[in-house]
């Protein structure tokens, strides 16, 4: 099920269960009203037939003509008795005689109650009751004059009401379904956009997410397109790093081939043999460096790196690797620092900066990490002869080397350089108070 059709489902769904609720609630509350209403008016006949009545000595005597027409009528839906305190009845309206209601109801003097009753043929009534004391001799007489109302009236006042009710929240409730819908519609529309594009994409109409989108989708396709401008220069960094290499190996291999057709001793084989043998292997390390490269933007979808776990592997090997040197390694770098990135690239740039340290120094190499204004600082150093200033900037370059003598490729300080700006960060080349180089990674936070 799409989203739209979830939100509307649910919706209307809570939209019936709120009308259903609130009609109810309504309808009681018009119920209560009309109900106290009626208490009201049959109570005033009450004290209309109290004020018509005359005490004699037998009882209570009632005009024949009463200000209420209905009470003379049969079958008007308004019936009046009057009882004694024995239940026993001394009056009844015209139209209460041949019906059951009102019947008696034991109620003290003063006390007035409203009861809803149902005689034998299931016709209801709203029956009121009030009790009197007449002290018209010398013993008061104990009266209850009782007025009763079937509820046909008042039942099909009910029903206009529910019946009213219906037709306004149902139309109510269509409205607002409708404006929900318009306003899933307006509201969903950014992500059917995003849809749109993507499948422009997959087509290849576009090559990123162009268009501009509110902030809950917004961090999505700055994402999205972080992604696919990471793969697009991959590939193209691919396709560069294969091209390059083809061609690099060109001139070695025509060296070799023209070599292979030339008469010369063993010997100057064998060198020209090695030399180009050495160069081949510099370009393959160089391409395939390269290919690896990353350019991983800071929005890339990656858990963030523990600093100090990185350096420990590395420096665990490399003091595998150089354990006749001896080198004494200092490292500064807190447990909780981390970087947000891939951890791949982390393990190059350390990777290729350490194992300089290491080539360089003379016994100590120094690692240390912080935050300063912003900025995850790396800083690796050494007591090696260090790099001068002018040779900072040709040393970052691919291929070239700071002695010949000493074993490498000449490319790692340039792959840390690349995969550092990659981040949006710099790559600095500074003097040790160790007496050698410092290189310090400054990487957006």
Known sequence: MSLRARVVASAAAVLALFILLTSLALERAFRDTAESSREERLLAQIFLLMAAAEAENEGLVFPEALAEARFSLPGSGLYARVFDGADRLIWESDSA????????????????????????????????GFGVSWATGAVPRHYVFLVAEDTVAFDEEVGRFRASLAVWLGAMALLMLTALVLILAWGLAPLRRVSAEVVA?????????????????????DNLNGLLAHAQARQMRLDNALGDLAHSLKT????????????GSGQDMRALMEEQLGRMDNIVAHQLQRARTGTAPASILAPPVPIRRVAERLLASLAKVYRDKGVEVTLSVPQELQINGVEGDLMEMLGNLLDNAFKWCRKEVRIG??????????????????????????????????????????IGLAMAREICEAYGGRLGVESSTLGGARICLNLPA
């Open 97 to 128: 005689i041949g019906t059951p209601e009102p019947g008696p109801m034991a109620l003290v003097p003063g006390e007035r109650r409203l009861e809803f009753r149902t005689d034998g043929n299931g016709q209801d009534y709203l029956v009121e």
């Open 201 to 221: 994409i997959e087509s290849g109409q576009q090559d990123k997410i162009l268009g501009r989108y509110p902030t809950e989708i917004s961090t999505l396709t």
């Open 252 to 263: 070695p291999l025509a060296v070799m081939r023209g070599a292979l057709g030339d008469a």
């Open 369 to 410: 990490a912080y935050m300063s204004k912003g900025l995850l600082i790396i800083a690796i150093e050494d007591d090696g002869p260090g790099i001068a200033p002018q040779d900072a900037e040709p040393l970052l370059a691919r291929g070239v080397r700071a002695d010949e003598a000493v074993p490498g490729h000449g």
